[in-house]
């Protein structure tokens, strides 16, 4: 399997994983100008990007902590690309959060990072 059908059949995976926990999921790989973000959904009132990283081992560090700061910056400005193109208004609470996978183990961390992309969508 290659491994971009990896990587959706674990985003299904975080999916059902985040719906059972309250999250009503809008959007699976939005690809905007400025980046993609695997997941959008909702939850208790705050829009939701959601980055799913899956590690088979620990060969290459966790699950958790392959969002550096430049993939942070990536997911943040196709975020504000989402945002606009849906004409969501600025003030409606927003947050980033992290599905981490590791083997068979899904971690949340609701709030992982800041907007971090500044400028603008075009």
């Known amino acids: 399997m290659n491994r971009r059908k990896v990587g959706t059949e674990y985003e299904r995976q975080a999916a059902e994983f985040l719906s059972g926990l ?3 999921i809008v959007e699976m790989n939005y690809r905007g100008r400025r980046g993609e973000v695997d997941l959008i959904g909702w939850e208790e009132g705050y829009l939701v990007f959601i980055e799913v990283k899956y590690r088979s081992g620990s060969g290459s560090g966790g699950a958790l902590e392959a969002v550096d700061a430049k993939k942070q910056q990536r997911i943040s400005r196709a975020a504000l690309c989402y ?3 849906k004409n969501i208004p600025e003030e409606t ?3 980033f959060d992290v599905v981490g996978i590791d ?3 899904a971690v949340l961390v609701k709030n992982a990072f800041d907007f971090c992309g500044g400028g603008f969508c075009w």
């Open 22 to 24: 309250g999250y009503r």
């Open 83 to 85: 945002r606009v193109q």
């Open 93 to 95: 609470p927003c947050r």
């Open 103 to 105: 083997g068979e183990k």
